[in-house]
Every structure is written in C-alpha cells, then in structure tokens.
C-alpha cells in the first residue's frame, strides 16, 4: 500500500479507538518494552504524545526509563522540519506546540550522535519494519543524523501491514515494532 493511503486509513483507525481501547494499549506497550534486549544503555530519547491525535501515550514508559535511572532526552520541532533534543529533567517546563505536541522550552541540548535508543511514532509499518509518520519525513531527518547503530523501536496500537509500497531512500528502518500484543524485531532484515 502507498504512504498516503496507509496514512489515512491509520490515522481514521486511531480516531475510532475509545478512552478503554487506548488506556489498555498504552500500558500493554509498556510491558512488553520490558522485554526488550535494549535496557543496558545511557540516553533514551522519547516522543511527547499529542493525545488529541490519540497516539501512544509514553507516560509509562517514561516512568519505567526514570525508574531505570536513564537519561531521557525529548525532542523540539523546528521551522525546518528538522528536531532539536533536550534532556528531559525535573525543571524542564513542557509547553504544547502549535501541533498540540508537547516540548521544552529551552534546556540542555543533547547531540543526536549521544542517543543510544530512540522510540519513534508511527502511524503504519510494514514487515520488514519501514514506516510511515505525518509525512513532513522529521524522524527520517533526526535518524540520519543519529549514530549507525542507535536502536531505533517503532510504538504501534495496530499490527505491521505486509508492504509500505513507496519506500524511498530516506527512509531508515525501524529495529524493533512494539504492539499492545506482539514485539516485531527486524534485526535479521
Ligand atoms: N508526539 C509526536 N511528536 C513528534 C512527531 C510525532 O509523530 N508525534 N513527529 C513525527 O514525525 C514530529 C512532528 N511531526 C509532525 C508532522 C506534521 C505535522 C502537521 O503538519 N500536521 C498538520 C496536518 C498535516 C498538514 O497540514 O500538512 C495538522 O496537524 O494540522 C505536525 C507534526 C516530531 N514530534
Ligand atoms: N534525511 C532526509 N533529508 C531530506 N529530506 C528528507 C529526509 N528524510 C525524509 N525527507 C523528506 O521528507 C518528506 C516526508 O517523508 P516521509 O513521507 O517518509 O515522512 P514520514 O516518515 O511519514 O513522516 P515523519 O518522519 O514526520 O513521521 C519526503 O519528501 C522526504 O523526501
């Protein structure tokens, strides 16, 4: 399937989950970060959810990383369409953007090059773990910039689709996909 039409379809899908559907999604994902084989690092970055898009709230799995006494880097937009990454501590002031994404105001800044996990939003995957995002390619930008071998873990409510059809160059792809229900490891691809 195209970007586009998985974008619709994926988005219309997240819109139709009740307050349940999402709550239980949230922590399902949480748990099953757990078993992961990706917990012996330093500096997690982490997405903000904007909740009025219903995507993954990353409240609890940003308690599990502080309760793993981690570094927690956050990311800012910028005009560009490029991200600027701040460590997340207990004075950053998190205010929501014009997308309804939360963010920093200013704070520590923390080179791409430093991140040794990254969990990224997505709206579809596919089996051998490329996905699709809003479409202005943010994250495509920021992993580029990141070290070869950052892990990179996809947070998705539905299961991977069989084909992204028009993958392109930029496109880097995910390492793992976690799912309410499953664990995708695409290390092997
Ligand atoms: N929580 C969260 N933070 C994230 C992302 C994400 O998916 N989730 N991103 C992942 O990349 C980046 C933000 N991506 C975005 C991409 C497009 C639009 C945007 O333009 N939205 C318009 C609709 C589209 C349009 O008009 O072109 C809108 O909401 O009105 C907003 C954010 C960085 N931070
Ligand atoms: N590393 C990059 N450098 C320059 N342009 C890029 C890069 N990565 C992606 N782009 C451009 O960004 C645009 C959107 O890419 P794509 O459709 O893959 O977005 P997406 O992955 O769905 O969105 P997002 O990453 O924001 O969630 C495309 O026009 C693509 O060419």
């Not at 922590?27 to 970055?45: D, E, G, M, R, T």
Request: negative net charge; charged residues 30%.
């Amino acid at each position: 399937m195209l970007k586009k039409s998985l974008r619709s379809k994926y988005l219309k899908r997240r819109e139709e989950m009740s307050a349940q559907e999402l709550l239980d999604a949230d922590l399902s994902i949480a748990n099953n970060l757990l078993q992961l084989p990706v917990w012996k690092f330093s500096n997690y970055h982490i997405f903000l959810s904007i909740s009025e898009k219903n995507e993954i709230d990353t409240t609890p799995i940003l308690s599990i990383i502080q309760g793993k006494d981690k570094n927690i880097i956050v990311p800012k937009m910028n005009e560009n369409d490029t991200l600027s990454n701040y460590l997340l501590t207990d004075n950053t002031k998190l205010i929501k953007n014009k997308w309804n994404v939360p963010e920093p105001i200013d704070g520590i800044e923390i080179s791409e090059k430093k991140l040794d996990v990254v969990f990224v939003p997505l709206l579809a995957f596919d089996k051998t773990g490329h996905r699709v995002g809003y479409g202005k390619g943010f994250y495509d930008r920021f992993l580029s910039n990141c070290k070869p071998d950052v892990i990179k873990i996809g947070l998705s409510h539905f299961e991977a689709v069989e084909k992204i059809s028009d993958v392109d160059d930029h496109d880097i792809a995910l390492n793992y996909c976690v799912t309410p229900t499953k664990i995708y490891s695409f290390e092997a691809v």
